[in-house]
């Protein structure tokens, strides 16, 4: 009886793994299906829609009429407002990765040295990528708010002539505000990567180098920095991605005002759409930014395998 | 250099960027905790008069927070759930077994991840208003978990992939079926990473702001960030004593419990998500 029971399953169970690896297969698709039917649907479908959008004459209640050809470009590139747009896009993006990078490296370095209350100072940095840009972007508005804000009550409180000075009325000050708001809430995922790279150089490295007689300066020069240059590339590519794209500081904090200084490209194209009703605009101002974010995905796939690779060597 | 003289020098080198990081938050707790009048006059100070809360109370007896809370609440469960729903089993498929077109299926799973909803936003519009969803908390959680789904796969097969095979195997051998192997030795071997993917989908639901800003028309359906933002849209004088207790609730739950799995994020990163 009991050798019935163990020998049956034993069977079934090197059949399951002998059984054809069609069978096999086509039941790793029916598990990966659901997620691939979701993300084809809510993620795919929407990038056919805007492209079809982008080339069509579209009504402002979203009628699709006839075939309209580059017609939406080139409407949407002769606005002197997406050419401003652009600019400032170029100038948020290129401030607020760079800015990123410049504070992420030392704070990583510190952090990857052991000292008291580490893991304090380690919450304490990654604490903004817990909250909400929204709610970021709103309170940071109200503490730089020129009358009631908190940043003017501490600067006239050390006896800076700060009273009443109004942040954001001035184009020039509100993108440099957004710009720091921008660094300050990419910096906790910088530094996460960037520990992530240091904690894979080994320590040996450094005592052979110590041994050499080299200086602290030095190793952080020839050992550090270059090994840490891979995690760099990623950073930054990954950064790019995410801050080219980023909504809820501008809108909140400026809506892109005064009179567009303020605007990168993704709250013009919100404003095309959802505040004057210009679908086809919107749309290839879409598509055009689509194929920007594909670009860079490229380059980061790039990276990774390049990295991928030299790994396996 | 001792030790004691080098976390002086970190902690002072660290200090201005903590210092930064802080004041939004102290912000926040000060103004929550203050008067209406005391916000709008000459002499301000950082401490409130008294202890006030009246704040919180005005904010969900007379501004009806608590559904925003509640929306919010909905549909960060409801995305949690879905995206989990779909996720383990992809993951488990793509760790375990022989997934035709693999690759092509992770690189796709990571393109998705770097698309911002955003920029799709028009199409995403289009297609809920065709389904009647505007205005539907059931359309912000599709949404949503379309959109955190590649990295719920992607950090879940970077844990899946520690779980030594040989144990569902065995299992297998002794007359388990996939299926029960799966759910008897499996899935509770990898809880821990299950649950910290769950609370990082819950974090990023509940923070996203610009899907449900444009979803959701109606105030009635507003979720908390949007809800908060609105507020501030006023042309009439913004109540900041309100808008900051509501930032102050929002916030420090969720901020609390990502610094507690903000040590398996770390990991998990270094494991999947960057490499």
């Known amino acids: 009886m009991s050798a019935i029971d163990s020998s049956t399953p034993i069977r079934t169970a090197r059949l399951r793994r002998s059984g054809t690896a069609q069978s096999n297969s086509l039941f790793a698709l029916i598990l990966v299906a659901p997620c691939l039917l979701l993300s084809v649907t809510v993620i795919g479908y929407p990038i056919f829609d805007v492209i079809r959008m982008s080339v069509f004459d579209v009504s402002r209640i979203g009628v699709v009429r006839e075939f309209a050809g580059f017609g939406n470009f ?3 590139f002769s606005d002197p407002v997406f050419v401003q747009a652009c600019w400032q896009t170029l100038v948020w993006t290129v401030a607020v990765v760079g800015g990123t990078m410049l504070v992420s490296i030392p704070i990583a370095l510190i952090l990857n040295e052991e000292f008291y209350g580490r893991t304090i100072a380690r919450t304490i940095v990654l604490l903004p990528w817990a909250i909400s840009l929204a709610m970021t972007a709103v309170v940071w508005r109200y503490v730089v708010n020129g009358d009631f804000g908190t940043l003017n009550m501490t600067l006239s409180a050390l006896g800076l002539p700060f009273d009443g000075y109004p942040w954001l009325a001035d184009a020039r000050m509100a993108f440099t505000l957004e710009i720091l708001v921008g660094i300050l809430v990419s910096v906790p995922f910088t530094v996460t990567i960037l520990l992530g790279g240091l904690t894979s150089i080994p320590d040996t490295l450094y005592e052979a180098s110590a041994m050499d007689g080299a200086r602290a300066l030095h190793s952080l ?3 550090t920095m270059p090994l840490l240059w891979p995690f760099m590339q990623i950073a930054i590519v990954l950064n790019v991605i995410y801050v080219f794209n980023s909504f809820p500081i501008i809108w909140i904090m400026t809506n892109g005002g005064p009179s567009n200084r303020t605007d990168i490209l993704i709250t013009y194209i919100y404003k095309q759409a959802f505040a004057f ?20 995905a490229v380059i980061y796939l790039y990276l990774t395998k390049a990295r991928g690779a030299r790994d396996d060597v | ?13 660290l200090s201005p960027f903590l210092i930064v990081v802080l004041f939004p938050y102290l912000t926040m707790l000060s103004t929550a905790l203050k008067q209406k009048d005391e916000i709008f006059t000459f002499h301000r100070s950082w401490l409130p008069r008294e202890f006030y809360l009246g704040n919180f ?3 969900f007896v007379d501004r009806n927070f608590g559904r925003a809370l509640v929306n919010s609440l909905t549909i960060s469960v409801g995305a949690t759930l879905l995206s989990l729903a779909v996720a383990i089993p992809a993951a488990y498929a793509l760790t375990r077994m022989r997934v035709p077109g693999n690759s092509a299926l992770t690189n796709y799973l990571l393109i998705t991840q770097m698309i911002s909803p955003i920029v799709l936003i028009i199409g995403l519009f289009r297609m809920f208003a065709y389904f009647g969803l505007i205005n539907s908390l059931m359309s912000v959680i599709i949404a949503h978990s379309a959109f955190f789904m590649a990295f719920a ?6 844990y899946f992939a520690t779980i030594p095979k040989d144990l569902e195997e065995a299992a297998w051998i002794d007359g388990a079926s996939r299926f029960s192997a799966f759910v008897r030795i499996f899935l509770p071997l990898c809880l821990p990473g299950v649950v910290v993917t769950a609370i990082f989908t819950f974090v990023n639901s509940w923070n996203e702001y610009a899907m449900s800003l444009t979803l959701l028309r109606d105030v009635s359906q507003q979720t908390a960030p949007v809800q908060i933002a609105f507020l501030t849209g006023t042309l009439y004088q913004i109540e900041w004593h309100l808008i900051m207790a509501a930032t102050l609730i929002a916030s420090v739950p969720v901020a609390v419990v990502f610094a507690s799995i903000q040590r398996y994020l770390i990991g998990g990163m270094s494991l999947g998500g960057v490499k």
Not at chain 1, 277 to 296: C, D, E, Q, T
Not at chain 2, 1 to 13: D, E, F, G, P
Not at chain 2, 153 to 158: D, E, F, G, T, Y
């Open chain 2, 57 to 59: 109370v005005e904010l």
């Open chain 1, 74 to 76: 080139i409407k949407t």
């Open chain 1, 221 to 223: 020069r020839y050992i």
């Open chain 2, 153 to 158: 796969v992607w950090m879940l097969k970077s």
């Open chain 2, 1 to 13: 250099m001792s030790k004691a003289r080098k976390s002086v020098l970190c902690w002072a080198a």
């Open chain 1, 277 to 296: 009703g210009k679908l086809g605009n919107a749309a290839a101002g879409s598509v055009i930014m689509f194929a920007m974010l594909l670009v860079f």
